[in-house]
């Protein structure tokens, strides 16, 4: 892969802001780099703060410099994958739930940013959880700590986002599934403790707490995760009973503390 993590991260907002100028407010690292270190598979997770929205122009040119730096795709030679959240600061202060995303981009998007479909604005629950982890990491690469331009948010509509998130997580199971078992053990260890850790320490702590015979999935997706091998590298055969009982124990815990 090229270059560091920090760098990669500074030329991702050097991409921004050649892009948007002054309309730029800030930019915060966040996610595994922030919460106790990057995975070999982990994302460089980036929000940034705008003042404006995005032009359709500047949606594209900021598409084009990320292909260029990002993943195991990107044009210039492998990288780590970034994840690009970008949100106009009028529109979550004051907060109000659900939260607003101006341009978000991820390597599951890359196809579509390749075949000229741009990120488009909307409203997106997962940026309640993405707002507290920037707060608390309180990580700028650029302009203030974050808290001077992002509010907090209130633990009813954080608890609400990441359950939102819940239904689609089963619905990619069999397509996503380290991810998956992995997002599902976060959410439980979160909504048991109030604390958002990284997602092998939530795997950790999930799996002292469901009983033996659930836990083979839980386990294989921490290691494959620890150990840098996506779904498409280290396959499940023979596992789709074992996926489905712990991925079933976890949403039965967290509906148990739901309702």
Not at 82 to 104: A, H, K
Not at 119 to 124: N, Q, T
Not at 212 to 223: F, I
Request: glycine share 10%; with cysteine.
């Amino acid at each position: 892969m090229t270059g560091s993590n920090g760098d990669l991260a500074d030329e991702v907002v050097g991409i921004v802001r050649d892009v948007l100028g002054d309309a730029v407010l800030g930019a915060y690292l966040h996610g595994s780099a922030v919460m106790g270190g990057l995975r070999p598979t982990s994302d460089v997770d980036v929000l940034i703060v705008l003042r404006r929205p995005m032009s359709t122009d500047e949606r594209a040119a900021t598409v084009q410099g990320l292909l260029e730096i990002s993943g195991r795709r990107a044009r210039r030679g492998p990288a780590r994958p970034v994840e690009l959240t970008m949100v106009v600061q009028s529109d979550l202060r004051p907060w109000r739930y659900p939260p607003s995303v101006d341009f978000q981009y991820g390597e599951w998007l890359r196809d579509a940013c390749e075949a000229g479909i741009l990120p488009a604005p909307g409203p997106s629950p997962d940026l309640a959880p993405l707002i507290t982890m920037t707060l608390a990491g309180d990580h700028p690469l650029f302009g203030p700590p974050p808290a001077e331009l992002l509010d907090p948010v209130p633990v009813a509509d954080f608890r609400q986002a990441i359950l939102a998130a819940v239904p689609g997580l089963l619905a990619d199971l069999e397509t996503d599934t380290r991810n998956v078992l992995l997002t599902l053990a976060r959410i439980w260890s979160t909504l048991a403790t109030g604390e958002i850790r990284t997602k092998d320490a939530a795997a950790a702590w999930t799996l002292t707490r469901l009983p033996k015979a659930q836990r083979t999935a839980l386990s294989r997706a921490r290691d494959m995760y620890l150990e840098g091998f996506e779904d498409d590298a280290v396959g499940w055969a023979g596992l789709a009973a074992d996926i489905r009982a712990g991925a079933g124990a976890i949403v039965g815990e967290i509906a148990a503390l739901t309702s």
